[in-house]
C-alpha cells in the first residue's frame, strides 16, 4: 500500500500531464495554423499590389508611348504644314518675254496653290506682278498688273474666292537678280505670291 501511495502522487502527475501536453499541442497546431493562414494572407495581398502596380506601370507606359506617339504626328503635321507654307510663299511662276500666257510649269504650281488654298480657308493672298527691266516704267508697271490678273484668274477658274486674293504690280522696282543678262531677266519676269497676315 506504501508503494501504491507514492505511485498515487505519480500517478495524479502523469494524468495532469498527459491532459496539459495535447492541449498544449492542439494551441500550437492552432497557433501554426492561424500564423500560416496569416502569411498566406499577406502573400496572396503583396501578390496582388505586386499586380496592381506591374499594370498601373504598363498603363503608363502606354500612355506615354501614345503621348509620344501623338506628339509625334503632331509634330510631322507641323512640319507637312510648314513645308507646304515655304512652298507656297518660295515657289513663284515664271513668264516668257513680253508675255503674261501661264506655260504648263507655272499652271501646276497654280495647282497646288489652289490646293493650298482650299485647305487652308483662312489664307488670303497678295499676287505680286514683277518684270525685267526693259521696257519703260509704266510699260512694266502695266505687264506685271496683267501678270498678276493672269495669276488670279487662273485660281478663280480653280474654285478660289476673289476676296482671298488681291494683285499688285512692282513692274521692274523689285528685281530679284540684279544681273544684266537673259537669266536674270527671265528669274525677274514672274508673279510672287505672299500671304495676308
Same mark, same amino acid.
Given at each position: 500500500m506504501k508503494k501504491l501511495c507514492r505511485l498515487y502522487p505519480l500517478l495524479i502527475l502523469a494524468v495532469a500531464l498527459a491532459m496539459v501536453v495535447?492541449?498544449?499541442?492542439?494551441?500550437?497546431?492552432?497557433?501554426d495554423s492561424a500564423a500560416t493562414a496569416a502569411a498566406e494572407?499577406?502573400?496572396r495581398r503583396k501578390a496582388e499590389e505586386q499586380a496592381r502596380q506591374r499594370e498601373l506601370e504598363r498603363q503608363k507606359a502606354i500612355e506615354e508611348e501614345t503621348l509620344k506617339e501623338e506628339g509625334l504626328a503632331?509634330?510631322?503635321?507641323?512640319? @507637312?504644314?510648314?513645308?507646304?507654307l515655304e512652298m507656297f510663299k518660295n515657289?513663284?511662276?515664271?513668264? $516668257?518675254?513680253?508675255?503674261?500666257?501661264?506655260d504648263p510649269e507655272a499652271q501646276e504650281i497654280l495647282r497646288k496653290?489652289?490646293?493650298y488654298m482650299k485647305s487652308n480657308p483662312g489664307v488670303r493672298v497678295t499676287i505680286e506682278g514683277h518684270c525685267d527691266n526693259r521696257g519703260t516704267n509704266e510699260y512694266n508697271l502695266a505687264l506685271g498688273d496683267r501678270r498678276a490678273h493672269s495669276a488670279k484668274v487662273f485660281l478663280l477658274d480653280l474654285g478660289?474666292?476673289?476676296?482671298?486674293? @488681291?494683285?499688285?504690280?512692282?513692274g521692274e522696282e523689285r528685281p530679284i537678280d540684279p544681273g544684266?543678262? $537673259?537669266e536674270a531677266w527671265s528669274r525677274n519676269r514672274r508673279?510672287?505670291?505672299v500671304i495676308i497676315e
Open positions: 495535447p492541449s498544449c499541442s492542439k494551441k500550437q497546431i492552432s497557433t494572407e499577406e502573400a503632331k509634330e510631322m503635321e507641323y512640319e @507637312r504644314k510648314m513645308t507646304e515657289e513663284d511662276i515664271y513668264f $516668257e518675254f513680253d508675255s503674261i500666257r501661264l496653290k489652289a490646293e478660289i474666292n476673289e476676296s482671298r486674293m @488681291r494683285t499688285v504690280s512692282y544684266e543678262n $537673259e508673279a510672287h505670291f
